[in-house]
């Protein structure tokens, strides 16, 4: 039978891994010019902290998580989200106990969702997250938008939508459920049934429908921003002057909502066009509600989450390639079975030395090892064997120029060395 990957998955092949290494570099760069230290959490945790921590009128936890019961009867899930996690650990190892704020991001995290795969869209993706816990004001909301920004910026990405909005806390939201309520009622009947059923538990996310019957109502629907206490107002307003002193050119959008429950507050998303129209590459915001719902102290926190896989089809979109690295610098070719050990003895003494160096493994004729390091693309030839090798000394090509040189083998690594390092 012919096995392939379970569907919506994808192989990270090793000719992508340069694209990968690059984005992820960029990523724990900019995490720690802000800061950031990293935290890794188990693939899998038990269900309940989703049912939780994201919500269970949200379609990831209704109709989205990879659940199944253990060995030991216990309901598992993997990871529909990053955030969840974080905070647990947050908890059990009381990290709000140290100095505050706690900054954390998590790399290339991968996540399950049950969706129907789609141009953006899989069963597992990766994602990269910030998260800062403690602190109350917009600055951190600020911060870790900033920093996303960067990373994008630095891996040559433009022309993206930052969107912007405030969802309220709970203080003044119940008062905008009920507008919307009204307002959603004179249009239930043209609802899609999804809707319908959000209308009772959870109004706002028909605000976010992908339904083009619910997105005409949704335009007319009052804005969240009208109702927001002077609280989030004045948070909304500090974080606005935060993002416009950096000259962000961001929209407020009152539509976006988010699909997870744990968002008081600030939310935002940066978005990239799809052939099914905007996508959102980044999502994130504040949710000051959670870290004390899952059982820690009332501690707000802030944060984001980006796809990695989107990030490298926004990339490819805007024909951005990564920069090029060389995958061997020095290849060593033998010449006859009696190269055979020099070649592979000078091969490992280069890479004791830190040089990228190989050597062939196929028993190749010499031509077909040139024609091997050629598609390679590797700078440097050593050629063993011969007449060289009997006088003690191996010959050194540098591909470009076609320059040779005979260097002794004694001195082989030195020599190497030493011509790289003159040339670069
Ligand atoms: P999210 O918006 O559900 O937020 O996901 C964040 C990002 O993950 C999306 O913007 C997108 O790039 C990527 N993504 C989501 N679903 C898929 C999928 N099926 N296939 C490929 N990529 C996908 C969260 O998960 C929150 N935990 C973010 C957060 C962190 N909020 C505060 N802190």
């Known amino acids: 039978m012919h096995i392939q990957s379970p569907k919506g998955t994808r192989d990270m092949l090793p000719k992508d891994s340069f694209l990968w290494q690059w984005i992820e570099h960029t990523m724990r760069k900019e995490a720690a010019l802000a800061s950031y230290l990293e935290i890794?959490?188990?693939?899998?945790e038990y269900t309940e902290l989703f049912e939780r921590g994201v919500g269970d009128t949200t379609d990831i936890v209704q109709k989205e998580m990879y659940t199944f019961l253990d060995k030991g009867d216990r309901s598992i899930t993997l990871k529909p989200e990053g955030t969840a996690g974080a905070v647990r650990a947050l908890i059990e190892n009381k990290l709000y106990a140290e100095p505050l704020p706690v900054k954390m991001y998590y790399l290339n995290n991968p996540?399950?969702?049950?969706?129907?795969?789609?141009?953006?869209r899989l069963r597992e993706h990766h994602q990269f997250g910030m998260?800062?816990?403690?602190v109350k004001g917009p600055t951190a909301d600020a911060?870790?938008?900033m920093t996303v920004l960067r990373i994008l910026n630095q891996l040559g990405l433009r022309n993206l939508s930052v969107k912007i909005n405030s969802i309220g806390c709970p203080v003044c939201r119940p008062s905008y459920h009920e507008a919307l309520r009204a307002y959603l009622k004179a249009h239930f009947d043209e609802l899609c049934p999804q809707c319908k059923e959000r209308y009772d538990r959870n109004p706002l996310r028909v605000l976010d429908c992908k339904e083009k019957s619910c997105q005409v109502i949704a335009r007319n629907a009052p804005s969240i921003l009208d109702h927001l206490c002077e609280e989030c107002d004045t948070h909304f307003e500090g974080l606005q002057q935060l993002l416009n002193a950096r000259q962000v050119p961001i929209s407020i959008d009152p539509q976006i909502v988010r699909g997870l429950d744990y968002y008081t507050k600030t939310v935002f998303e940066i978005i990239m066009q799809s052939p099914r129209g905007e996508m959102a590459l980044c999502g994130g915001g504040r949710y000051d509600g959670l870290v004390k719902e899952?059982?820690?102290?009332d501690m707000p926190g802030v944060g984001f989450g980006i796809g990695t896989e989107r990030i490298i089809l926004e990339l490819q979109n805007q024909g951005i390639e990564a920069p090029t690295r060389e995958i061997t610098t020095v290849f060593i070719a033998s010449l006859g079975e009696e190269g055979r050990m020099p070649a592979y003895q000078l091969c490992m003494d280069l890479r004791v030395a830190g040089i990228k160096a190989?050597?062939?493994h196929m028993n190749r004729s010499l031509k077909a090892q040139f024609r091997y390091a050629d598609k390679l693309g590797v700078p440097y030839m050593v050629i063993a064997g011969g007449d060289e090798l009997q006088r003690g000394t191996v010959k050194i090509k540098e591909m470009k120029t076609g320059d040779e040189k005979e260097i002794p083998l004694a001195e082989a690594v030195s020599t190497?060395?030493?011509?790289?390092?003159?040339d670069q």
């Open 358 to 360: 190989d050597f062939d």
């Open 131 to 134: 998260e800062c816990f403690g």
């Open 143 to 145: 911060e870790v938008i």
């Open 294 to 297: 899952i059982g820690g102290p």
């Open 416 to 422: 190497i060395k030493a011509i790289i390092t003159q």
């Open 111 to 120: 996540i399950f969702r049950y969706e129907n795969p789609q141009h953006g």
């Open 40 to 44: 890794r959490t188990p693939v899998f």
